[in-house]
């Protein structure tokens, strides 16, 4: 089918324009840049069934209180491994700011990190730069730190591709790698801490962590029921510490007792850390 009209007009597209299938929504989505009235850019999307009738663009949407910040490119995927999610890498502009005073453009650039579960509506707990321009004088120029389409699996590691240099002759590409779902993680240092999951339901009988200690750090965990009561043979104290760095590392508790008998109940999970990170836990 060829068309000579174009698909989509209602948009800024002369930044990085991305349409990809959506598996969750089972069309193609399409994340462009808008302006809003006072010329702040913004990250709006589109469904289309078919690549060519696309429905009217939804924009992002934003927690009470989280800043509007200019996004001039957006970088968004489905997650790998957990495409329930989505993950986007903004570039945020600040346009007021001038670092080197030779060069004749205002403005300054890092990528942020976001989510959503579904598109849409985006989870900006992480305000903090993601990826700042660095030692390299020339990031702390105009639109640098855009983050390229897509990423690269390997075993290990997510690469994401960062343009900078922006407008000097060395403008290049820049991988950073970082732990697979390492992007962010719940943190203890040397003295002990504590947090619990929201309650959960899931199915499976193995939890499995995604976790760094040092050699004198640990993770351990307990299980608790609907009224917040530690569960028999699922409790700290039945657990040897788990110590390393593994993307899937088991938790195992003295008894062998499993999880296949608590599928479909509402459970939390309480982690006591010390001198560690856990980035991602699961149950399979």
């Keep these: 089918m060829k068309q000579q009209e174009p698909i989509m007009t209602n948009g800024a597209f002369d930044s990085q324009n991305i349409a990809f299938w959506d598996a969750n929504r089972s069309m193609y989505r399409c994340y462009n840049r808008y302006f809003t009235p006072d010329k702040i850019q913004g990250v709006q999307s589109a469904l289309s069934a078919n690549f060519v009738d696309w429905e009217p663009q939804q924009l ?44 004749p453009y205002n403005g300054l650039s890092d990528a942020v990190f976001m989510t959503s579960r579904d598109g849409v509506n985006w989870d900006r707990t992480f305000l903090e730069g993601w990826i700042r321009p660095g030692l390299d004088r020339r990031n702390w120029t105009d639109r640098n730190m855009a983050t390229a389409y897509g990423c690269v699996e390997s075993d290990t590691e997510l690469s994401f591709y960062l343009t900078e240099n922006y407008r000097w002759q060395t403008a290049h590409l820049h991988r950073y790698a970082v732990r697979k779902h390492g992007f962010a993680s719940v943190h203890a240092g040397y003295e002990e801490g504590e947090f619990t999951t929201r309650p959960v339901r899931f199915t499976g009988s193995r939890l499995f962590l995604n976790y760094s200690t040092s050699v004198a750090g640990s993770i351990r965990a307990e299980v ?47 982690f006591r850390l010390k001198d560690a990170d856990l980035f991602v836990m699961q149950v399979k």
């Design 60 to 103: 992002n949407r934003y927690a009470e209180g989280v800043p509007f910040e200019h996004f001039y490119t957006n970088a968004t995927i489905l997650c790998p491994q957990a495409e329930h999610m989505y993950v986007s890498f903004p570039m945020r502009f600040i346009e007021s700011r001038k670092k080197v005073a030779e060069h």
């Design 224 to 270: 608790l029921d609907e009224q917040d009561r530690t569960i028999e043979n699922l409790s700290f104290a039945d657990m040897e510490p788990l110590y390393g760095d593994e993307l899937q590392g088991e938790v195992t508790w003295k008894s062998g007792a499993g999880l296949g008998a608590l599928e479909g109940r509402c459970v939390r999970f309480r």
